[in-house]
């Protein structure tokens, strides 16, 4: 069974720009959350889509947006781009049922200049 | 709301030494508990979880936890480890986000394992 991809990998942008993430779940699961983790907030959760609709979300600004498809392949987007958003972005999917296991991608590593 | 707090953000030990990472967590319903492994520039591997039942949990690579109701707390333990379990653990967990139901997860701050020989 193929574990939870992201894409691209790593990044570099530049303040200002927007930058669309993408991650593709394990076959079968039909949730996805996204995470923020930086050196010094640790992992936060920024949301979580269910069945193509955003279930959950954290506190993060609204220049942090995201969406599911219908093949539960997901995309974040950030928009206006700060240096703060300098971080790694872990996606996880789950069969999205209370106390269900996240697996974890890799991460793309986002770097703002 | 729920929170996490790990004690300790750093534990250095020598191989085949003892080990134990603390978690307290805070949580007005019931929760479900994670402890998740992240090796340098790698993404998060499940070690154990909480969900009901015996409150001694066994994972995998030789490491278990203790769930204690009464003292909100949920340390991971190996009796003896080795310098491949050098790596940030995090203790998670898994409830309501801001009043909405869902497998969110709320990390704590992370606790770095440096085993030494």
């Known amino acids: 069974k193929a574990g939870v991809t992201q894409t691209p990998r790593y990044l570099i942008k530049t303040r200002g720009q927007q930058v669309t993430l993408s991650c593709s779940p394990i076959?079968?699961?039909?949730?996805v959350s996204w995470y923020q983790q930086t050196p010094g907030q640790g992992l936060q959760f920024l949301f979580e889509?269910?069945?193509?609709?955003?279930?959950n979300k954290g506190n993060f600004p609204g220049r942090f947006s995201g969406r599911q498809f219908s093949n539960s392949r997901s995309e974040m987007n950030v928009s206006t781009l700060e240096l703060g958003d300098s971080a790694l972005y872990l996606c996880?999917?789950?069969?999205?049922?209370?106390?269900?296991?996240?697996?974890f991608g890799p991460g793309t590593r986002l770097t703002v200049t | 709301a729920q929170s996490v707090t790990q004690l300790d953000s750093q534990v250095p030990v020598f191989e085949e030494a003892p080990v134990e990472l603390r978690c307290n967590y805070s949580?007005?319903?019931?929760?479900?508990l994670f402890w998740y492994v992240q090796y340098p520039n790698q993404g998060l591997q499940l070690l154990l979880k909480?969900?009901?039942?015996?409150?001694l949990v066994k994972g995998i690579n030789g490491f278990e936890a203790e769930f204690n109701k009464s003292q909100t707390s949920f340390h991971l333990r190996k009796p003896s480890v080795h310098i491949s379990d050098t790596a940030e653990y995090f203790c998670?967990?898994?409830?309501?986000?801001?009043?909405?139901?869902?497998?969110?997860?709320?990390f704590g701050k992370g606790t770095t394992l440096s085993v030494s020989s």
């Open positions: 909480y969900l009901s039942g015996s409150t």
């Open positions: 076959s079968g699961h039909r949730s």
């Open positions: 996880a999917s789950s069969a999205g049922t209370s106390g269900s296991e996240q697996y």
């Open positions: 998670a967990v898994s409830g309501a986000v801001g009043g909405q139901a869902g497998t969110a997860l709320i």
């Open positions: 889509y269910f069945s193509e609709t955003q279930r």
């Open positions: 949580s007005s319903v019931s929760v479900y």
